[in-house]
């Protein structure tokens, strides 16, 4: 082994200086490269001799040679060339100048090469003869610059051998070294690195090295270094170092406490540190081969070198449950859940591609074998899916051999449920690893396998496993199916639906529904609701099941039954599109009955609001499935009707979907509204009852029928509101006025206020509340509410106006009112003749009931102006002055009365004032 080389010393001149002291006195060239380039060869450059006072001064070389110990370091440089460094740190003691009484000299010898060129164990070279220990005096005295050394063959140590070590360790040094062994794999353990502190001669310590070196990889054994000697034991970067007396920080010391130290001048130990069951297992192995047997140790070093793992640890051990497994003297099932994930992860992190085939085959044999602890089969999921994703080709070939043995289960006998799963399982992993649909794949080979007969004919209530298994894979791919097309056809029969999916899929899923359609109740019920479950998870499939099922008819009502609550149920949270598709399919799937029980218990759960009911059937009225609805237009038409209850809204949107069907009459549509028409409210006291009205009596314009007379009295009334409503306004709309008062004098003759019944006063008091507010605004708003009512109402309408009016407590209006009655009060009007006295009596008596005095009525008799100031306003309002002289005799007698009310509070009638002209 060829390596580069450099020597420092103190001496008068070295290679590339000009002063004396310290120096590299020389090095070969490509040393030089690799000082320039900073790697750390200076950790190899240091010596400081022991604190002992029997330790000569000025030792003579004799002294110096056998007195001071060496400082051998061995171990990997940091920096950018990747060295591997070897270090003979000898004490000369006396410095160079001839008669110098200084000390403190020394000679570092450095072999450094790249750590890959480094095929041997470094152990081999320790002591080795081509490291320089001493310095000439005259070589170090001499002012002519040294030449550049030459690279160096390193000669091996012939004492350090694996015979060497056998024979060491034989001598009860076996469970010493299986202790080392184990402190030094777990030395990183805790958050901080221990050192292995070895207290021995140099010689011992030598072949405790070698043989922590032989129980590993090369790789492994340059990854860390060693010292024989370190002054402050406590900074130097050696993992392995021996103590001697008079180090700094020594055995006695408290730091020592953290380390590993092995006394072998006082026989103590460490106590065992704590590891897992791998690094048991190789510190118990590695100690018997060194033994017995070294050769035995290649195997396991083989195995670690086709890996990348290079460092010391604990992974050791793991690597070698691997190379038990991989090499058949160990099976996965003898392997706990911890030491799988561990072997896993090393893996995926380490090993080559063939490693990690090696070990899925492993773990799926024994996965195959028998049925496992759950935390087991964990730990192998877990570490397969991991390996798989790191190795794409590992996961596709055990998922093929899964596939392929998951295909027998199913064929083979005495194969449990369990064992089938925990295949399946991993499959299921790979399969995903792969990329892969395991369902189709093993669907695939199932179905075309005319041998994998299936038990679907078990009636004791239970599916088989098969049958659940069998179902569970059509499921995957009917699903894949499914995305492919996009979806399944709509409304059209289930086998329609079914031969979209494929011919495969069609004809797994028929010998499925066939065997459900013959079996027993509980057997057929059975394999519905797990079919349900499998494929619930998309409702198309379901409801193509639903049908499939109910159009073969099953043997067992219980089994049909089941899949038309499932039918339903997916109907109800389905859309109205999807609804309309939905009965479509069951017609044309021969089960005509359904669909019309389906839509008869729609109408049941439509009882809180029909309208969406009755729209819906509007909608299949007009689809290409309208004649369905024609040919059962009684039930459904029935059901219908009877959903409207008490709501006059509902009734007119059921009669808007009856006027629709072909057949229907007027006749048979009057008869529905009149029925409706009795239950509106003609004094519209609420939104509501106003609402109902216009609703009616809109579709009764839409659709050409009368309004019925209910509606026609609770129009005028609303109409009359709007009228005061519109009057009312700051800013008048003269054009709806227009319109409604217009609307109001053509409604008013034709009224049937007999409809009214003993409500007929309750409705007129109704309209004069709506619009005493602007009775007198003006003579055409006048003129249209003593219009609104037949002739025969009309007083009364004009006294229970003036009865809302004086309740308002202005007494212009009630003036001005009094004004407008003077044609009907004095038998001026052609068609209402009002009674003079007993509407005298009338009025004062509401006026005295409103608060009006006598007094007050009393003033404007006698004020003139105030008077004429009246006929004014109403000349303005009404277009014409009234007669002052017949509203002055008028008033008079009403003030007379009301004072004679004042005195006796006395009491008039109301009906004795009418009379008929």
């Given at each position: 082994?060829?390596?580069?080389?450099?020597i420092?010393?103190?001496?008068?001149?070295?290679?590339?200086?000009?002063s004396?002291?310290?120096?590299?006195?020389?090095?070969?060239?490509?040393?030089?490269?690799?000082?320039?380039?900073?790697?750390?060869?200076?950790?190899?450059?240091?010596?400081?001799?022991?604190?002992?006072?029997?330790?000569?001064?000025?030792?003579?070389?004799?002294?110096?040679?056998?007195?001071?110990?060496?400082?051998?370091?061995?171990?990997?440089?940091?920096?950018?060339?990747?060295?591997?460094?070897?270090?003979?740190?000898?004490?000369?003691?006396?410095?160079?100048?001839?008669?110098s009484?200084?000390?403190?000299?020394?000679?570092?010898?450095?072999?450094?090469?790249?750590?890959?060129?480094?095929?041997?164990?470094?152990?081999?070279?320790?002591?080795?003869?081509s490291?320089q220990?001493?310095?000439?005096a005259d070589?170090?005295r001499?002012?002519?610059?040294?030449?550049?050394?030459?690279?160096?063959?390193?000669?091996?140590?012939?004492?350090?051998?694996?015979?060497a070590?056998?024979?060491?360790?034989?001598?009860?040094?076996?469970?010493?070294?299986?202790?080392?062994?184990?402190?030094?794999?777990?030395?990183?353990?805790?958050?901080?690195?221990?050192?292995?502190v070895i207290?021995?001669?140099?010689?011992?310590?030598?072949l405790w090295?070698?043989?922590?070196?032989?129980?590993?990889p090369?790789?492994?054994?340059?990854?860390?270094?060693?010292?024989?000697?370190?002054?402050?034991?406590?900074?130097t970067?050696?993992?392995?170092?021996?103590?001697?007396?008079?180090?700094?920080?020594?055995?006695?010391d408290?730091?020592?406490?953290y380390?590993?130290?092995?006394?072998?001048?006082?026989?103590?130990l460490?106590?065992p540190?704590?590891a897992n069951?791998?690094?048991d297992a190789?510190?118990?192995?590695?100690?018997?081969?060194?033994?017995y047997?070294?050769?035995?140790?290649?195997?396991?070093?083989s195995?670690?070198?086709?890996?990348?793992y290079?460092?010391?640890?604990?992974?050791?051990?793991?690597?070698?449950?691997?190379?038990?497994?991989?090499?058949?003297?160990?099976?996965?099932?003898?392997c706990t859940?911890?030491?799988?994930?561990r072997?896993?992860?090393?893996l995926?992190?380490?090993?080559?591609?063939?490693?990690?085939?090696?070990?899925?085959?492993?773990?799926?044999?024994?996965?195959?074998?028998?049925?496992?602890?759950?935390?087991?089969?964990?730990?192998?999921?877990?570490?397969?899916?991991?390996?798989?994703?790191?190795?794409p080709?590992?996961?596709?070939?055990?998922?093929?051999?899964?596939v392929?043995?998951?295909?027998?289960?199913?064929?083979?006998?005495?194969?449990?449920?369990?064992?089938?799963?925990?295949n399946?399982?991993?499959?299921?992993?790979?399969?995903?690893?792969?990329?892969?649909d395991?369902?189709?794949?093993l669907?695939?080979?199932?179905?075309?396998?005319?041998?994998?007969?299936?038990?679907?004919?078990?009636?004791?209530?239970?599916?088989p496993?098969t049958?659940?298994?069998?179902a569970?894979?059509?499921?995957?791919?009917?699903?894949?199916?499914?995305?492919?097309?996009?979806?399944?056809?709509?409304?059209?029969?289930?086998?329609?639906?079914?031969?979209?999916?494929?011919?495969?899929?069609?004809?797994?899923?028929n010998?499925?529904?066939?065997?459900?359609?013959?079996?027993s109740?509980?057997?057929?019920?059975?394999?519905?609701?797990?079919?349900?479950?499998q494929?619930?998870?998309?409702?198309?499939?379901?409801?193509m099941?639903?049908?499939?099922?109910?159009?073969?008819?099953?043997?067992a009502?219980?089994?049909?039954?089941?899949?038309?609550?499932?039918?339903w149920?997916?109907?109800?949270?389905?859309?109205?599109?999807?609804r309309?598709?939905?009965?479509a399919?069951?017609?044309?799937?021969?089960?005509?009955?359904?669909?019309l029980?389906?839509?008869?218990?729609?109408?049941?759960?439509?009882?809180?609001?029909?309208?969406?009911?009755?729209?819906?059937?509007?909608?299949?009225?007009?689809s290409?499935?309208?004649?369905f609805?024609?040919?059962?237009?009684?039930?459904?038409?029935?059901?219908?009707?009877?959903?409207?209850?008490?709501?006059?809204?509902?009734?007119?949107a059921?009669?808007?979907?009856?006027s629709?069907l072909?057949?229907?009459?007027?006749s048979?549509?009057?008869?529905?509204?009149?029925?409706?028409?009795?239950?509106?409210?003609?004094?519209p006291?609420?939104q509501?009852?106003?609402q109902?009205?216009q609703?009616l009596?809109?579709?009764?314009?839409?659709?050409?029928?009368?309004?019925?007379?209910h509606?026609?009295?609770?129009?005028?009334?609303?109409?009359l509101?709007?009228?005061?409503?519109?009057?009312?306004?700051?800013?008048?709309?003269?054009?709806?006025?227009?319109?409604?008062?217009?609307?109001?004098?053509?409604?008013?003759?034709?009224?049937?206020?007999?409809?009214?019944?003993?409500?007929?006063?309750?409705?007129?008091?109704?309209?004069?509340?709506?619009?005493?507010?602007v009775?007198?605004?003006?003579g055409?708003?006048?003129t249209?509410?003593?219009?609104?009512?037949?002739?025969?109402?009309?007083?009364?309408?004009?006294c229970?106006?003036?009865?809302?009016?004086?309740?308002?407590?202005?007494?212009?209006e009630?003036?001005?009112?009094?004004?407008?009655y003077?044609?009907?009060?004095?038998?001026?009007?052609?068609?209402?003749?009002?009674?003079?006295?007993?509407?005298?009596?009338?009025?004062?008596?509401?006026?005295?009931?409103a608060?009006?005095?006598?007094?007050?009525?009393?003033?404007?008799?006698?004020?003139d102006?105030?008077l004429n100031k009246?006929?004014d306003?109403?000349?303005?309002?009404?277009?014409?002055?009234?007669n002052?002289?017949?509203?002055?005799?008028?008033l008079?007698?009403?003030?007379?009365?009301?004072?004679?009310?004042?005195k006796?509070?006395?009491?008039?009638?109301?009906?004795?004032?009418?009379?008929r002209?």
């Open positions: 082994m060829k390596a580069e080389q450099i420092y010393t103190s001496c008068r001149r070295g290679i590339s200086g000009t004396s002291g310290f120096q590299n006195y020389s090095y070969s060239p490509e040393m030089g490269k690799w000082i320039n380039s900073g790697d750390a060869i200076g950790l190899l450059q240091s010596y400081q001799p022991p604190r002992q006072a029997d330790l000569p001064a000025l030792p003579s070389k004799e002294e110096a040679q056998s007195l001071f110990p060496r400082r051998e370091f061995f171990g990997p440089l940091e920096g950018p060339d990747h060295l591997y460094g070897m270090a003979l740190c000898s004490y000369i003691g006396r410095d160079y100048p001839e008669g009484v200084r000390g403190g000299n020394f000679i570092s010898h450095v072999l450094a090469l790249p750590i890959e060129q480094v095929k041997g164990y470094p152990c081999e070279y320790i002591d080795s003869a490291f220990t001493w310095m000439d070589l170090a001499s002012q002519t610059t040294p030449d550049p050394l030459p690279s160096l063959s390193i000669e091996s140590n012939p004492n350090i051998s694996l015979q070590v056998q024979d060491f360790l034989e001598d009860d040094r076996s469970d010493v070294f299986e202790l080392m062994l184990r402190c030094l794999l777990t030395r990183n353990e805790g958050g901080y690195p221990h050192k292995l207290v021995d001669d140099k010689d011992n310590f030598a090295v070698a043989a922590l070196e032989y129980a590993l090369v790789r492994q054994a340059r990854s860390y270094a060693f010292s024989s000697y370190e002054y402050d034991l406590q900074i970067p050696a993992v392995v170092v021996r103590a001697v007396k008079g180090c700094l920080h020594g055995i006695g408290a730091s020592m406490a380390n590993f130290v092995f006394n072998f001048e006082t026989g103590e460490p106590a540190p704590d069951e791998d690094v190789f510190c118990e192995f590695a100690a018997s081969a060194l033994c047997a070294p050769n035995s140790l290649s195997v396991n070093n195995y670690l070198d086709a890996t990348e290079a460092d010391v640890d604990a992974r050791v051990g793991t690597g070698y449950i691997l190379c038990q497994l991989a090499a058949g003297t160990m099976a996965a099932v003898d859940s911890d030491q799988i994930s072997g896993c992860s090393f995926v992190d380490f090993g080559s591609p063939e490693q990690c085939r090696s070990m899925v085959d492993s773990l799926l044999e024994s996965s195959g074998a028998q049925v496992m602890p759950k935390e087991w089969t964990d730990a192998v999921e877990g570490g397969i899916q991991a390996i798989g994703k790191a190795q080709n590992v996961a596709a070939h055990a998922a093929t051999e899964l392929n043995r998951l295909k027998t289960m199913f064929t083979a006998s005495n194969v449990s449920e369990d064992l089938y799963q925990q399946r399982s991993l499959a299921q992993i790979l399969s995903q690893v792969a990329g892969r395991l369902n189709v794949e669907f695939r080979l199932l179905t075309e396998d005319g041998s994998a007969a299936l038990d679907l004919g078990q009636s004791n209530g239970q599916v496993w049958v659940r298994a069998y569970s894979i059509l499921s995957s791919s009917l699903l894949s199916s499914f995305t492919q097309i996009g979806g399944l056809p709509q409304g059209v029969s289930g086998q329609e639906m079914l031969a979209s999916l494929g011919r495969e899929n069609a004809a797994a899923v010998k499925l529904v066939t065997s459900l359609a013959t079996s109740a509980s057997t057929g019920s059975a394999i519905f609701e797990s079919l349900v479950s494929w619930g998870q998309d409702p198309a499939l379901v409801s099941l639903g049908f499939l099922v109910v159009e073969a008819r099953p043997t009502k219980d089994v049909e039954n089941l899949a038309v609550a499932r039918l149920q997916i109907f109800l949270q389905e859309p109205e599109p999807n309309i598709n939905h009965i399919s069951l017609l044309k799937s021969g089960r005509t009955d359904v669909a029980d389906h839509l008869l218990a729609l109408g049941d759960q439509s009882q809180s609001d029909p309208v969406p009911y009755y729209r819906f059937l509007a909608q299949l009225l007009h290409p499935i309208g004649n609805i024609i040919t059962q237009a009684d039930a459904l038409l029935d059901k219908s009707w009877s959903l409207h209850g008490q709501s006059v809204a509902w009734g007119v059921c009669l808007s979907l009856m629709q072909p057949g229907m009459t007027k048979e549509v009057w008869q529905k509204v009149q029925e409706l028409d009795q239950q509106v409210n003609f004094i006291n609420t509501s009852q106003a109902d009205a609703t009596e809109k579709f009764c314009s839409e659709t050409g029928l009368a309004i019925p007379d509606i026609n009295l609770c129009m005028q009334a609303l109409r509101s709007q009228l005061a409503q519109a009057a009312s306004n700051r800013r008048q709309d003269q054009i709806l006025i227009d319109a409604l008062c217009k609307s109001i004098r053509q409604a008013g003759p034709k009224l049937a206020v007999n409809k009214a019944g003993n409500q007929l006063n309750a409705y007129i008091e109704h309209l004069a509340i709506s619009i005493a507010p009775a007198t605004e003006s055409q708003i006048e249209a509410w003593m219009q609104s009512m037949p002739m025969q109402t009309i007083a009364t309408m004009l229970q106006v003036l009865r809302q009016v004086a309740a308002l407590h202005n007494e212009t009630i003036m001005l009112l009094l004004a407008t003077l044609p009907y009060v004095l038998n001026k009007s052609r068609h209402v003749l009002i009674q003079e006295g007993p509407f005298i009596n009338f009025a004062a008596q509401q006026m005295g009931d608060g009006f005095k006598s007094s007050s009525i009393n003033k404007l008799l006698e004020d102006r105030q009246l006929n306003r109403y000349q303005k309002r009404f277009g014409s002055s009234f002052s002289g017949d509203f002055r005799s008028l008079s007698k009403i003030h007379q009365k009301m004072q004679a009310n004042e006796q509070d006395g009491r008039g009638g109301f009906f004795s004032m009418f009379r002209s």
